[in-house]
């Protein structure tokens, strides 16, 4: 199991970036592919960004592939999220995620097994 504790959401104008991190306890996170997803108020959960064991295959959501970055430090045990060119429509929670059960980078939630609590991200105009 491994804790996920998110940082680095908060209040942005639109076209602006934030960065968001993701630290995580334990010594197997490079075991684990990280991804992050986003909840917007009454919609559903949706895969943004993951990155596999080692960094080198990553996964994006259409709506931010060329504006987000996701990457990972497996010496400080944490992903990031680079957002940059932010949307409203990119407002949200905003959460990470860990899982070992599959290959490559999964994109849906029930592929992973352990959740951060989340960080809310408000793009305003």
């Known amino acids: 199991q491994v804790q996920l504790v998110e940082s680095g959401g908060g209040l942005v104008q639109a076209g602006g970036s934030l960065r968001l991190s993701c630290a995580t306890s334990g010594r197997t996170f490079s075991r684990y592919y990280m991804g992050w997803f986003r909840q917007a108020p009454e919609k559903e959960r949706e895969f943004v960004a993951g990155?596999?064991?080692?960094?080198?295959?990553?996964n994006y959501a259409d709506s931010v592939k060329g504006r987000f970055t996701i990457s990972r430090d497996n010496a400080k045990n944490t992903v990031y999220l680079q957002m940059n060119n932010l949307k409203l429509e990119d407002t949200a929670v905003y959460y990470c995620a860990a899982g070992v059960a599959f290959r490559g980078v999964p994109r849906t939630p029930n592929a992973y097994n352990d959740w951060g609590q989340g960080t809310q991200v408000t793009v305003s105009s």
């Open positions: 990155a596999s064991w080692g960094g080198a295959i990553t």
